[in-house]
C-alpha cells in the first residue's frame, strides 16, 4: 500500500521561507502526478501546486514567483520550496498524487498534512 509522508511545516515570520517535502512509499509502480494542496481555517482546499510525470508544472496564481514545486524521482520525493511567505499562506498543505501500483491500476492518495504557520 502507498503512503505519503509530509515534513517541512513550521512557524515561520512573513517574508520567511520554508521547504515541505513528500516521501511516497510502499508499491509505486508509476507516479503520474503529484502535488500540494492546501486548507486554510475556513476556507475550502485549493491546489497550491502540481508535477506531471513529464515535467510540466501548474501553480496558483497566489503563489506564483514565490514557490517552487520539484521531484527527486530516484527517492519518490516532491518538494515545494516558499519563499516570501505571507499571512494567507498559512494553512495546513496536503500532499497529493495519483499513483500506479500496477501497470493498469491508479489510485489517489492524500498524505496526512503539515501545518505551515506565517506570523509575526
Known amino acids: 500500500q502507498v503512503q505519503l509522508v509530509e515534513s517541512g511545516g513550521g512557524l515561520v515570520q512573513p517574508g520567511g521561507s520554508l521547504r515541505l517535502s513528500c516521501a511516497a512509499s510502499?508499491?509505486?509502480?508509476?507516479?503520474?502526478?503529484i502535488g500540494w494542496y492546501r486548507q486554510a481555517p475556513g476556507k475550502q482546499r485549493e491546489l497550491v501546486a502540481r508535477?506531471?510525470?513529464?515535467?510540466?508544472?501548474n501553480y496558483a496564481d497566489s503563489v506564483k514567483g514565490r514557490f517552487t514545486i520539484s521531484r527527486d524521482n530516484a527517492e519518490n520525493t516532491v518538494y515545494l520550496q516558499m519563499n516570501s511567505l505571507k499571512p494567507e499562506d498559512t494553512a495546513v498543505y496536503y500532499c497529493?498524487?495519483?499513483?500506479?501500483?500496477?501497470?493498469?491500476?491508479?489510485?489517489?492518495?492524500w498524505g496526512q498534512g503539515t501545518q505551515v504557520t506565517v506570523s509575526s
Open positions: 497529493n498524487a495519483a499513483i500506479a501500483s500496477t501497470i493498469s491500476v491508479v489510485s489517489a492518495y
Open positions: 510502499g508499491s509505486i509502480f508509476r507516479i503520474h502526478v
Open positions: 508535477l506531471m510525470s513529464g515535467g510540466t508544472t
